[in-house]
Nanobody, 123 residues
Framework: QVQLVESGGGSVQAGDSLRLSCAAS????????MGWFRQAPGKEREFVAV????????DYADSVKGRFTASRDNAKNTMYLQMNSLKPEDTAVYYC????????????????WGQGTQVTVSS
């Protein structure tokens, strides 16, 4: 079992930055690929970013490439999402997820989820 807790969300203006954190406890954090997903009101949950077990490989949704950076610190059992140049369309609840199956941008491939943190970007 893995417990995930997101933090760092908030309300900002367009163009601002936020850094989300995802703290993990339970089984060995480094065994898991870690993903970020988001869900806006009335929309399906969508992939944002994924980090492999070592943090050496990442991938991003086209909508956030060049603006968001995902990373992890296995010594701290924590994953991060640095979000720069935020846009109103980035407004959503952001979720972190842990998966044993490895590299994936598909939500169903992840085994554990956090409760989410709200990010609101106003124009």
């Amino acid at each position: 079992q893995v417990q995930l807790v997101e933090s760092g969300g908030g309300s900002v203006q367009a163009g601002d930055s936020l850094r989300l954190s995802c703290a993990a406890s339970g089984r060995t954090f480094r065994n898991y690929a870690m993903g970020w997903f988001r869900q806006a009101p009335g929309k399906e949950r969508e992939f944002v970013a994924v980090v492999n077990w070592s943090g050496g490989n990442t991938d991003y949704a086209d909508s956030v490439k060049g603006r968001f950076t995902a990373s992890r610190d296995n010594a701290k059992n924590t994953m991060y999402l640095q979000m720069n140049s935020l846009k109103p369309e980035d407004t959503a609840v952001y979720y972190c997820a842990a998966g044993l199956t490895g590299w994936s941008n598909v939500a169903k491939d992840y085994d554990y989820w956090g409760q989410g943190t709200q990010v609101t970007v106003s124009s």
